[in-house]
């Protein structure tokens, strides 16, 4: 009787975790879909695209100064949950390595900018958007998560993001202000960042102690591998949009960027929902490995079905979709056609992705590394070598091959690991 009571106030405490968790992650979701008809309008198509790209340039600095943690630091502060020393170790360890890489990504940031024409030209766009990177310095959220502290994540996301709109709707005015958007982004970002931060110290009281340089040269060394699979899994994701921008102009960019606006709505919705399921299950899955898989499956899923309804619901209203971003009827008669085969980019993208997942969970990261940077060089090739011909076609098929091959591997590499645990 007393086991079913917990056992029942345990999962209403998830539920609720997981309507504010999901809450949060509206805000998310829906900003960048409230601020690009206002880019669009102000700065046209091609303003639009200029600050895609620079948002994609950000992106990949970004994941040289995350460099893993939120996967691995998470799970490890998850398993470590208890132990108040051991997460102001954690803690400590992960702010100062990121800082440390963040010195790296800024010294590689400016010499690309300031070398190369085609990001110099937008100098100023490209550097004011580096505050977004500096603001990941201090993310906290992977440290959430792994406390289940879903309430402090998702007041950080709401209050961040809201006031990113209200700054873009107020200050972007002219044609030129588009080289501020990203701007504003990385202020509100790094000021609710750090306030978590310090809400985690008082709560904890923590102490801020500089880690040992051997221990943080240890961590770069040991998940440097881990860390370029990451970085090819950026460049497959990022590549079509700076592609795009270098091969057929920022105009065509602009409008690949519409696109890929459900693509990231629906990659962005099936992250935040399988992160915050990702502890718990690799905590099932460390006690008991077959209700581990029968938890991952059943939330795997749940976010399938909530991408096939929305992508339907898509599909029929398309035209009023692009509309939506302020666009001609001439550019939504040219986009119509390839809008609707780009849904089935974020179709896929609801199987690979818990596939992924479930690669992590199993701890095959030599196996996700090799994959990654092989889909990676085959999808950028095929890019290359047929967006003149094709254009944005070739840039969509290109993805769904990429999401094709992603599903087969990892179907493959997770599948034996089951078989060989059955013939054990």
């Avoid at 975790?17 to 998310?28: K, T």
């Avoid at 309430?151 to 202000?177: A, E, G, M, P, R």
Wanted: net charge positive.
């Amino acid at each position: 009787m007393i086991k079913d009571k917990l056992t029942s106030l345990i999962l209403d405490k998830k539920k609720i975790n997981f309507f504010i968790y999901g809450f949060g992650q509206i805000f998310n979701l829906l900003s960048p879909l409230v601020v690009a008809p206002k880019i669009i309008l102000i700065c046209d198509e091609a303003g639009l695209g200029k600050v895609g790209l620079a948002f994609a340039f950000c992106l990949f600095l970004m994941l040289i100064v995350d460099y893993s943690f939120d996967i691995k630091a998470t799970k490890e502060v998850s398993e470590n949950r208890n132990n108040l020393i051991k997460l102001q170790e954690i803690l400590n360890t992960t702010i100062f390595t990121k800082l440390t890489l963040f010195v790296f990504t800024l010294l590689i940031s400016l010499g690309i900018i300031f070398t190369f024409d085609f990001f110099n030209h937008e100098r100023d766009l490209f550097l004011f958007a580096l505050t977004i990177v500096f603001a990941q310095v201090f993310n906290p959220v992977w440290f959430l998560q792994g406390i289940e502290n879903f309430k402090l994540v998702s007041f950080l996301n709401i209050f961040s993001k809201t006031i990113y709109v209200i700054l873009v709707f107020y200050l972007i005015n002219q044609k030129d202000d588009y080289i501020f958007v990203n701007f504003f982004l990385g202020i509100s970002s790094f000021i609710f960042n750090f306030f978590g931060l310090l809400l985690i110290k008082r709560k904890y009281n923590f102490q801020i102690i500089l880690p040992n340089y051997l221990v943080v040269r240890k961590i770069i060394q040991n998940d440097f591998s881990f860390c370029v699979s990451q970085l090819f899994l950026s460049v497959r994701q990022l590549s079509p949009l700076v592609l795009t921008s270098f091969f057929l102009g920022f105009s065509s960019a602009g409008q690949y960027k519409i696109i890929e606006q459900i693509i990231s709505l629906c990659r962005t919705f099936l992250q935040v929902f399988l992160k915050f399921f990702y502890p718990s299950a690799c905590l099932k899955y460390i006690k008991n490995p077959q209700i581990g898989l029968r938890y991952w499956k059943k939330y795997s899923l749940i976010s399938t079905l909530i991408i096939i309804i929305f992508l339907l619901v898509v599909f029929i209203f398309s035209d009023q979709v692009l509309h939506f971003f302020q666009l001609s009827d001439v550019a939504i008669s040219q986009l119509s056609t390839i809008f609707k085969i780009s849904l089935f980019v974020s179709l896929l993208m609801s199987i690979s992705l818990p596939l992924e997942q479930l690669m992590f969970i199993k701890e095959k990261h030599t196996k996700y590394i090799k994959t990654t940077i092989l889909v990676t060089v085959v999808n950028v090739i095929i890019i290359v070598f047929f967006v003149n011909q094709f254009q944005l076609k070739a840039i969509i098929l290109s993805l769904i091959l990429a999401e094709l091959l992603f599903i087969l591997f990892y179907y493959i590499f997770t599948k034996s690991t089951e078989n060989k645990k059955l013939i054990k």
